[in-house]
């Protein structure tokens, strides 16, 4: 029988952990990405093209039985010429349209009813003395967020002034950009759901994200909340991409507010961070439950294998070029740690370079174990 060819649109450490996973899929991976040194295109085959290059995408589909995306930097309407043409996407880009803009994710939330922030578009024909009018609805302090291409923090800002808005604004260049109602979260929480095109979805638990300067620190699974925020959320995530027509794996990221209340924050039409714990503490990772999906297999189980995981991410801290081996020797060696490299030549502060995860029993404490990782892998003054 003749391996399934799955294309995946970027190299970077989803895409590598995505090709990880094939092998144990009788599956073969090829992907799109700029450089020869990204982690994907280090293990499987790839075309050296940059992200958003529609010919290079043409190049790969002709390797592949579908192609699926590992990132949000795509030309939508350049794609959707080459799905014209029969090149099969999964997530269809129709599914992909309203996601890939800030603003058009808030609108399609609202109109399936879903809970949202409040919310309003700075747009670059508002003129300066009507802003104040505009932020209204939402007060101060807000959260301005530009629409396209942002991640890990980027483009996004906390201002607590009309004069700090006004200025970011400017230094930005006035690009449309969404301003939203700051939420006094009591906690920040992530789940992973799949579906196939048959409408068959898988719910991994809900998880607590915590975030350093904008940038996911530590996931715990399974969220300590409520069993009714719980239910909630799956009944979020099951109606959005039933409602998306979805196929491959979603990561939805929440506030929970006061009185319980919950609130999306971002949807990302991939596989997340949030969800990088699956790896070790899951029977069906979601990167192999993205693969499944999109080939239009069975779901896998989602069942953690153990009674609590913490995935701790290793964010690069200085601009180095290093492998740092002995922090790895270290961390590999504390009881039941899983560490996961991606290989990237180049540390920056705040790049993500790799990430563990600790499988739990009920009683340990993860405060303790994300306190003794972070102590390894963050010299003194740096975490």
């Given at each position: 029988m003749s391996k399934q060819q799955v294309g995946v649109i970027g190299g970077g450490q989803l895409a590598w952990m995505m090709a990880l996973e094939a092998r144990h899929l009788n599956l073969d991976i090829v992907v799109q990405t700029p450089n020869s040194s990204d982690p994907a295109a280090r293990i499987t085959e790839s075309v050296l093209a940059p992200i958003a290059d529609v010919a290079g995408t043409a190049i790969l589909a002709k390797h592949c039985d579908v192609v699926t995306f590992e990132n949000e930097f795509v030309d939508l309407p350049?794609?959707?010429?080459?799905?014209?043409?029969?090149?099969?996407f999964q997530?269809?880009?129709?599914?992909?349209?309203?996601?890939?803009?800030?603003?058009?994710?808030?609108?399609?939330?609202?109109?399936?009813?879903?809970?949202?922030?409040?919310?309003?578009?700075?747009?670059?024909?508002?003129a300066a003395d009507e802003i104040a009018q505009l932020t209204v609805p939402i007060g101060f302090p807000l959260v301005m967020?530009?629409?396209?291409?942002?991640?890990?923090?980027?483009?996004?800002?906390?201002?607590?002034?009309?004069?700090?808005?006004?200025?970011?604004?400017?230094?930005?260049?006035?690009?449309?950009?969404?301003?939203?109602?700051?939420i006094p979260f009591a906690k920040e929480l992530a789940v992973m759901v799949a579906r196939t095109a048959s409408g068959e979805t898988a719910?991994?638990?809900?998880?607590?994200?915590?975030?350093?300067?904008?940038?996911?620190?530590?996931?715990?699974?399974?969220?300590?909340?409520?069993?009714?925020?719980q239910q909630e959320i799956d009944a979020i995530a099951k109606t959005l991409v039933t409602n998306l027509d979805y196929v491959g794996i979603l990561g939805i990221e929440f506030f929970l507010a006061p009185n319980n209340t919950v609130l999306v924050n971002e949807v990302a039409p991939r596989t997340h961070n949030s969800g990088h714990y699956s790896l070790d503490a899951c029977r069906t990772s979601q990167f192999a439950q993205q693969l499944l999906a999109v080939t239009g297999q069975p779901l896998g189980d989602t069942t953690m294998l153990c009674d609590r995981a913490l995935m701790v991410n290793l964010l690069g801290y200085e601009h180095a070029h290093h492998d740092y081996a002995a922090k790895r020797e270290a961390l590999s060696a504390v009881p039941n740690a899983h560490v996961h490299w991606y290989g990237k030549g180049a540390?920056?502060?705040?790049?993500?370079?790799?990430?563990?995860?600790?499988?739990?029993?009920?009683?340990?404490?993860?405060?303790?174990?994300?306190?003794?990782l972070e102590s390894i892998w963050y010299p003194p003054g740096k975490s």
């Open positions: 350049g794609l959707s010429t080459l799905a014209k043409q029969g090149i099969c997530p269809q880009l129709a599914a992909l349209a309203p996601l890939l803009d800030k603003s058009t994710q808030r609108q399609f939330l609202a109109a399936q009813g879903l809970p949202n922030p409040s919310y309003v578009m700075l747009e670059d024909e508002v967020k530009t629409c396209r291409l942002g991640y890990d923090g980027q483009g996004t800002f906390v201002v607590s002034s009309l004069a700090e808005l006004q200025a970011t604004w400017q230094r930005i260049e006035h690009q449309p950009v969404l301003l939203e109602a700051f719910l991994y638990p809900v998880v607590e994200t915590q975030q350093v300067q904008q940038v996911c620190r530590r996931v715990i699974a399974p969220a300590d909340i409520p069993d009714e925020t540390s920056r502060p705040g790049r993500k370079l790799g990430h563990v995860t600790v499988c739990l029993n009920a009683d340990e404490s993860w405060e303790a174990i994300a306190q003794t």
